[in-house]
């Protein structure tokens, strides 16, 4: 059997109060929270990456610009057959610098040796004679006695400093040259300055030997 009372869709239903309705209003219409005043991160990370980016643009491109010659880049230009300019160094910098490095271990930085242990340089006949001795000494060494201003020194041998068998140094003819230059022109001595062509020549002409004594560089002017 069917229900006593249907509800029939076509009756009129009770309508809302007007208390209900101006609530649902005020509801509606009530103040919503404002979003101006909650700030993003995210566009203001983004605004800090590209200031950075374009501020190093700036300075790399300012640093490379080459003063914005128009000669740095010139597709244009002829090529050039030019060697580049090799930069001399000063042999008296150079040789103070290595003589301080490992020669005044020996004769001290003033030149004047140890007493009865290392020959003075300074005012030395060795130093101040013939550059066919005392090139000799320093790239091949001296072994044995050898006298220094009358006075006899035996202690210690003086090491192979050039590019020879048995070297601890293995110099090159330039510092060579640049080393005995300072000597000879430094504590107090007088001495004309060694090229590093007159030590090749006598590398060149001694080969690879052994050290010298005092005997075999006297025979020698």
């Known amino acids: 059997m069917s229900d006593q009372n249907p509800i029939d ?4 239903q009770a309508g809302a109060s007007d208390e209900s309705l101006l609530a649902a209003h005020e509801k509606l219409l009530g103040k919503k929270p404002e979003d101006g005043a909650h700030y993003k991160l995210l566009p203001l990370a983004l ?9 190093y643009a700036g300075t790399y491109l300012n640093h490379y610009s080459g003063h914005y010659d128009a000669s740095i880049f010139n597709e244009n230009a002829h090529p050039s057959n030019a060697a580049a300019e090799t930069v001399k160094i000063d042999p008296m910098v150079l040789g103070k610098k290595n003589f301080e ?35 000799r000494i320093v790239i091949y060494g001296l072994k044995g006695d050898v006298k220094v201003e009358g006075t006899n020194y035996n202690a210690a041998a003086m090491p192979v400093i050039g590019k020879v068998t048995g070297s601890g140094y293995n110099w090159s003819d330039e510092k060579i040259a640049a080393v005995l230059t300072y000597v000879r022109a ?3 001595n007088k001495a004309p300055a060694i090229t590093a062509e007159k030590v090749a020549e006598i590398h060149a002409k001694e ?12 025979k020698i002017h």
């Open 186 to 188: 430094s504590f107090g």
């Open 9 to 12: 869709p076509r009756q009129e």
């Open 207 to 218: 080969g690879d030997r052994k050290e010298w004594s005092q005997e075999e560089l006297l």
């Open 101 to 135: 490095l490992v020669c005044a271990t020996c004769h001290q930085v003033t030149g004047l040796g140890v007493p009865g242990v290392y020959p003075p340089l300074a005012g030395s006949e060795w130093v101040n004679g013939s550059e066919e001795r005392v090139i």
């Open 47 to 55: 605004l800090f990456v590209f200031s950075g980016l374009i501020f």
